[in-house]
């Protein structure tokens, strides 16, 4: 088996066509491998891109080990499942600085692998590198929602997907993708959720500018300053000794030293903690935030939070 596999590889090494532009990039350091063998065990045709003339010769050896390393394990399944056929192509993608390999492999289904690099720092790249410390739970958030719109479609529970999942960049979108019949089995062709990288948006706090409160050990949050990040306008009512927070699809009032959070209307809510006021501003405990504004939060080692909405 091996020595079968090795021989495909220095096959498809042996044709180089320069692929020189792809959704109006240049991409001059891509080349074409054309690949092409018929075996008694599975017939194999296509091509797949191999990097050469690159400014660092030891990340495009190391971004062309990837590329063998994932057609030979495709090539590996395929024989063990005794497919008859196995055709490759790729597309190349990008987005500023950053290039996405998409290599395509169908066989006894359709699947893709991705490969996504930065062009300054050759090196690797996840989608918590594109989207923040918070990605995962936001593209679960937004894959999720959009499957149970499509119940019908999507008649599998949705599990989410971790930082390995494959993804590629195209101009502003990061593109999640999916192999055929991996969301559903009534889901055919590879699919994918487009998230405008734009439109996420990140506001980090820093462990200097929280304070936590002893015994409970809760994080107040300067409620302002997360507020403006997100678009919501907050207005001081020195009457009611108050906070009116006004945003689309959201009125809500927070009032100081009272456990009153009031949403849209609604009944009063209360949290862990009352709305405090320090050094002339309005803290609330981080819940607020998840709770009346639907954001997502992540605390790094040093103490720092990263709030994301999109």
């Excluded at 937004?142 to 993804?167: A, R, V």
């Amino acid at each position: 088996m091996k020595k079968f596999i090795l021989s495909i590889v220095f096959l498809f090494c042996l044709f180089q066509i320069p692929v020189y532009a792809q959704n109006n990039y240049k991409f001059d350091f891509i080349f074409e491998n054309k690949i092409q063998l018929d075996n008694k065990n599975i017939e194999v045709s296509g091509k797949l891109p191999y990097i050469d003339k690159f400014k660092n010769n030891d990340f495009a050896k190391t971004i062309n080990q990837e590329i063998t390393s994932i057609y030979k394990k495709k090539l590996e399944t395929a024989i063990s499942q005794k497919t008859k056929s196995l055709k490759i192509d790729y597309q190349v993608k990008a987005g500023k600085n950053i290039v996405s390999l998409l290599l395509y492999f169908t066989g006894a289904k359709k699947e893709i692998e991705t490969i996504n690099f930065n062009l300054q720092s050759c090196e690797f790249i996840s989608i918590s590198d594109i989207l923040g410390p918070n990605a995962i739970d936001l593209v679960n958030k937004i894959i999720k929602d959009d499957t149970i719109k499509s119940s019908k479609k999507y008649n599998l529970n949705f599990t989410g997907i971790d930082n390995e999942h494959n993804f590629y960049i195209d101009d502003n979108n990061l593109v999640i993708t999916f192999d055929e019949y991996e969301l559903s089995p009534a889901v055919k062709n590879i699919q994918k959720f487009n998230i405008k990288i734009s439109s996420v948006i990140n506001k980090s706090i820093d462990e200097n500018d929280y304070y936590i409160t002893k015994p409970y050990n809760l994080k107040m949050i300067p409620l302002r300053e997360v507020c403006d990040a997100f678009g919501y306008k907050s207005i001081w009512n020195v009457t009611s000794y108050s906070v009116q927070i006004i945003g689309k699809n959201l009125t809500a009032n927070v009032f100081v030293n009272r456990n009153n959070y009031i949403k849209n209307n609604q009944s009063p809510q209360t949290l862990e903690s009352v709305p405090q006021i320090k050094n002339g501003k309005v803290y609330v405990p981080i819940s607020f935030f998840t709770e009346y504004l639907n954001l997502l939060y992540s605390v790094d080692e040093n103490g720092t939070i990263t709030f994301t909405n999109y």
